[in-house]
């Protein structure tokens, strides 16, 4: 069974740092990519990082560019996201998921692996 498991989370002043992991088990670690998406009070979830385990492709929303930081743990079969220069409209929860590339890259609910999230908080 795959489990995501995020950690991190919490609250923070405008300009702070987090940094969020996502551990994963239950499958082979390289087997998928993983992203990260969030969900703001009242927005849809959308995605903001994504990382292919096999091949190091990464990419990043417009939103989040220059400011935050994915990165993979292979022999911890976990992922990183490092978030720097945080503002309050990065305030969310905060979800990792897995899957093929060309999934976890699309819509969010065409997503079939998700972790419970963690909620981050950005006061100004």
């Known amino acids: 069974e795959v489990q995501l498991v995020e950690s991190g989370g919490g609250s923070v002043q405008a300009g702070g740092s987090l940094r969020l992991s996502c551990t994963a088990s239950?499958?082979?670690?390289?087997?998928?990519?993983i992203a990260w998406f969030r969900q703001a009070p009242g927005k849809e979830r959308t995605g903001i990082s994504w990382?292919?385990?096999?091949?190091?492709?990464?990419y990043y929303a417009n939103s989040v560019k220059g400011r935050f930081t994915i990165s993979s743990d292979n022999a911890k079969n976990t992922v990183y996201l490092q978030m720097n220069s945080l503002k309050p409209e990065d305030t969310a929860v905060y979800f990792c998921?897995?899957?093929?590339?060309?999934?976890?890259?699309?819509?969010?609910?065409?997503?079939?692996?998700w972790g419970r999230g963690t909620l981050v908080t950005v006061s100004s």
């Open positions: 990382i292919d385990i096999t091949d190091g492709r990464i």
């Open positions: 239950g499958y082979s670690f390289t087997n998928y990519s």
């Open positions: 998921a897995a899957g093929p590339w060309a999934i976890v890259t699309g819509p969010w609910y065409g997503v079939g692996y």
